[in-house]
């Protein structure tokens, strides 16, 4: 299997020349490829092939006013055209929306393959760049000269931060011992994440903390005049609160997701479609601060990675007004009831905890009326066929509140 290790660079001046020329370069291959690319279909109708972009990019380099492409490694380049190619797939496959134009502004990158690096006793040497990159390993348990990484990225964030990301085909790690333990996940607002044990993880609301020297940064920087130095300056202060909030989003997802891997042998989540769900305007912007989708990813790969089973529920299952103890449906269930009492059993039931019960019950993780693991998307294959006589009892009109 694949993996990567993301760790601090810190080049020099000389070095963060050449690679800010090389991010330039690899910024106007893509734009020129991106736009001949679209040109061609529009008028022709006609796919454009990755040999044709390489041999256009090896004709635009003999021409005088682009001959500074040449002053970098040619690698990048080539990379970036390979890149832009598996996004024209993904788009055709409708795996991904069609690739957008890259900007100065932002994050900036450079991809090398074996050919155009080298990385000896723990130094890495790029192509065409002077000296060896410093970077610091953050990983004690691995030593860095004894990997054998087959790319290297070199990326800058907007808040001028560098970063070095290794690429590494590594053995499948053998399953971890099993816990015996199986667990169905509700995400929410109120809370990150429910589990069907009856455990509750906050959120920790890094925005919400950080929000209001964010909106001061902003500010100042509105009021700077455009082009100026000083916009400049504040535009990496706004990056830069941006980033810790990124960054310590990402080591809550991080951390939880792990907890989970290692503690559960199957764990049961839910499909959500948060693109529709920002749609809310009144919790758009609730919902674009929890990172589910980015929470889902990370838990896929660690449970694969683990030796773990992870089922995805389908979106559509009503697990949070149907009765866990005995499959009661109710007709409706506004977002405002937390708790509510069976019609039919008189079971008192908390909202988050009742909908991952069913999350489990759906994903047939527990020993229950449902468990047949109906409306289940396993995440290896073999994919489990949607049950057609799984039908709750009847829906009533009303929500039963206490």
């Known amino acids: 299997m694949r993996t990567a290790y993301r760790c601090r660079a810190y080049p020099t001046p000389e070095q963060a020349a050449v690679l800010n020329r090389t991010f330039g370069c690899v910024r106007v291959v893509w734009n020129r490829t991106l736009a001949a690319r679209t040109a061609r279909w529009r008028t022709d109708r006609t796919s454009t092939s990755y040999a044709q972009t390489d041999r256009a990019l090896t004709e635009l380099k003999k021409q005088p006013e682009w001959a500074f492409l040449g002053e970098v490694s040619s690698v990048p380049l080539q990379q970036t055209l390979r890149h832009q190619h598996a996004a024209m797939t993904a788009f055709f496959a409708k795996r991904a929306r069609y690739p957008r134009f890259k900007s100065r502004h932002g994050r900036q990158s450079a991809s090398f393959t074996r050919s155009a ?22 990983w004690p348990d691995i030593d860095p000269a004894g990997l054998d990484p087959t790319m290297v990225t070199v990326s800058r964030d907007s808040d001028g931060r560098w970063f070095v990301t290794l690429a590494v085909d590594v053995d499948t ?15 929410g607002l109120t809370d990150f994440a429910v589990l069907s044990t009856g455990e509750r993880i906050p959120h920790p609301r890094h925005m919400e903390r950080r929000e209001r020297r964010l909106k001061r940064y902003q500010r100042m920087m509105v009021r700077r005049q455009r082009g100026s130095a000083n916009r400049a300056k ?16 990402r080591d809550f997802l991080h951390q939880t997701s792990t907890a989970l891997a290692r503690r559960f042998d199957a764990i049961a989540v839910e499909d959500l479609a948060v693109a529709n769900m920002v749609r809310n305007r009144s919790l758009a912007k609730a919902i674009s601060r929890t990172g589910w989708a980015e929470f889902r990813t990370l838990l896929a790969y660690k449970t694969q990675r683990a030796g773990r089973h992870l089922a995805v529920i389908d979106r559509w299952y009503p697990s949070s007004k149907t009765c866990s103890t005995c499959g009661h449906l109710l007709a409706t269930l ?20 009742n909908a ?46 206490l």
């Open 117 to 138: 690096f080298r990385l000896r006793d723990g130094r890495l040497s790029l192509g065409k760049t002077p000296g060896t990159l410093a970077f610091v390993w953050s």
């Open 334 to 353: 506004s977002l405002g009831t937390r708790h509510w009492r069976c019609p039919s059993c008189g079971t008192r039931h908390d909202r988050d905890v």
């Open 234 to 249: 504040a535009r990496r202060k706004v990056a830069r609160a941006h980033a810790r909030v990124r960054d310590a989003r």
């Open 173 to 187: 790690p053998a399953a971890v011992e099993l816990t015996g333990q199986a667990v169905g996940v509700d995400l």
């Open 356 to 401: 991952a019960q069913n999350i489990a019950v759906a994903a047939g993780l527990a020993e229950t009326r449902n468990a047949c693991g109906a409306d289940v998307r396993h995440e290896e294959p073999p994919s489990v066929r949607s049950a057609v006589n799984q039908e709750p009892l009847p829906a009533r009109a009303g929500i039963p509140r």
